[in-house]
């Protein structure tokens, strides 16, 4: 018997056992897309939907173009405490431009962020916020911008953990993304951070090219500068990408709704509605911080990534709520 | 001799004479991918560039992610004469819509897009566009916008032609998408025409999915009416996808500077400028309208489509400038 024909029968052989046994929960033969999520109902929702929607003779198959994933950044990629990641570059940027501003000592909000006086500086409101992203976000090119932040995420540290901010990324998510990429699925970030603070490295981290990252952003301004076209970035918002501005930055990126959308706060929470409130098959996940020992434990009342609503909003919707603590094996990647 | 052995001499063999002939002006063996488009020094600067970006010997080879062509639409892919699509289905729409609004006989511009007086339309400027784009384009939501355009295209007919306008795109602007696309591109929509007239049937037509589709925008607003969520079309520009609009919305949807531009007008020339500027290999392209016997013959002088800036820049960029009487051997696709 040739090899060929060996191959041959083997095929046959497991195709007419495929038909006697049961499927594994939708996995193929082959080692776990997922080893850092441990098993029990969160897994086995994902599994389950993603095995529903891309089986053939599924009665919910969609396909593969329509096969759109939305991911939260902040507390659902990344971690978030003990602050947002680019409100730590926000401050540093501060302090980096300071000695050209001499006037920033006497003058609010900047004197509040300078001296790291982070009570002043919330009581500040979104109004101090703006100032603040005038100054640090705006003036300069697209460019010039994007230089400044990959070489900040060079060298800036996690305060706690001492790792840079790119190594304080969920191992469980990034199996997740690579998961459904495999499926056929094209993933997105649409979060309330700034579009050109995420795509820098977004890439490199997630495997998400740019043009796949959704955030705020503001205007833009054509230019010829010594006969050099440039990007400006101006100060003036286009899109806070946040709550309600979720939906329509995907409607506005996208052009269609996605099925399947992940997050973990209120902010993610319209996203969400919107995501599963579509026709077919669909899935919503939020991200619970309940794990203080090994990550932060936070929800109702925290500033930062505050679960409320949309926590109660999930028991009616049915999106799958993940227990960092109990479904997480592995949190962050090992270190390298 | 086994047959695996042959063939594996018979790539050798291939691969020796590769070492010694001149390779075809890039394209491999097999079917000339651009059969509509003449041999001469159009099609050649196409055919070069694409080699000299994906083959990976190449001093200027460009890695997949980075391979983005951004093309116009009106009059670069499909037909704009004798009057924008766009314009032909907003004066349609009044008509559709006249009967529940009296008093749009008595009002201008609603009454000369009603009578069909063209000219004193034309005279009405950005404020009477604005005025029936309000009326047309918006107040509804996203997925009712799409039926309707959709269900319009189906029965619309060009005047001229009496084709649908989904005919009327350009044959060796497809076998263009196509030919990029096989060798790695990722290829959008960057045009003047609104997002959301064009994504309905842009990918069953160029092959472009929604989220490569960039166009002037609205703004949208999320909503629950009656539990549902909805995204309602607002009468408030978001971004006006034309001229200087071009670049900026490139960068906002892409994040990435393009490596080849395809226009035909001066709305293109800022999108031509901004993708050609940038460093390594860069192509742009512009379609010169000269065809009055298949197609329509204007530049200069045109309302429409107008090419005179972007012409003489041209010259001094380095952009091939296509014929369409004599680079083109069809214009469109064959009658089904």
Not at 53 to 76: H, L, M, Y
Not at 146 to 169: D, F, I, K, N, Q
Not at 280 to 285: H, K
Not at 299 to 328: F, H
Request: net charge neutral.
């Amino acid at each position: 018997m040739t090899s060929l024909t060996l191959i041959a029968r083997r095929t046959v052989l497991c195709a007419l056992i495929g038909l006697v046994l049961p499927p594994r929960a939708g996995i193929a033969d082959g080692p776990d897309p997922l080893p850092s999520w441990r098993e029990g109902a969160s897994k086995a929702s994902i599994v389950r939907f993603v095995e529903t929607v891309t089986r053939e003779s599924s009665p919910e198959f969609v396909p593969v173009p329509e096969r759109i994933a939305v991911f939260d950044n902040d507390g659902t990629l990344w971690c978030e405490q003990p602050a947002y990641v680019q409100e730590v570059f926000l401050i540093d940027r501060v302090k980096a431009l300071a000695p050209k501003h001499p006037e920033w000592k006497e003058t609010e909000p900047f004197a509040s962020a300078l001296s790291g006086a982070r009570k002043r500086l919330t009581a500040a409101g979104s109004k101090g916020a703006a100032t603040l992203l005038a100054a640090t976000h705006a003036g300069m090119t697209v460019e010039e911008f994007t230089l400044t932040v990959s070489a900040w995420l060079e060298t800036a540290r996690h305060p706690t953990t001492g790792r840079p901010y790119a190594a304080m990324v969920y191992q469980p998510m990034l199996e997740l993304l690579a998961y459904l990429r495999s499926h056929g699925f094209k993933t997105f970030i649409v979060s309330g951070g700034g579009i050109d603070f995420m795509r820098p490295w977004a890439e490199k981290v997630y495997g998400i090219p740019p043009e796949q990252v959704i955030g705020s952003y503001g205007k833009l301004k054509y230019e010829l500068v010594d006969g050099k076209p440039d990007l400006l970035k101006l100060p003036e918002i286009g899109l806070i990408d946040d709550h309600a501005g979720k939906p329509v930055g995907i409607q506005t990126f996208i052009g269609r709704r996605p099925i399947a959308a992940f997050g973990n706060s209120d902010g993610d929470r319209e996203m969400l509605e919107w995501t599963t409130a579509g026709p077919g098959a669909r899935f919503g996940l939020l991200v619970h911080h309940d794990d203080a020992e090994r990550e932060w434990a936070y929800d109702r009342q925290s500033a930062i990534g505050r679960l409320d609503r949309a926590l109660d909003q999930a028991k009616t919707a049915g999106w799958t709520v993940v227990s960092m603590k109990n479904d997480w094996g592995v949190i962050f990647p090992p270190s390298k």
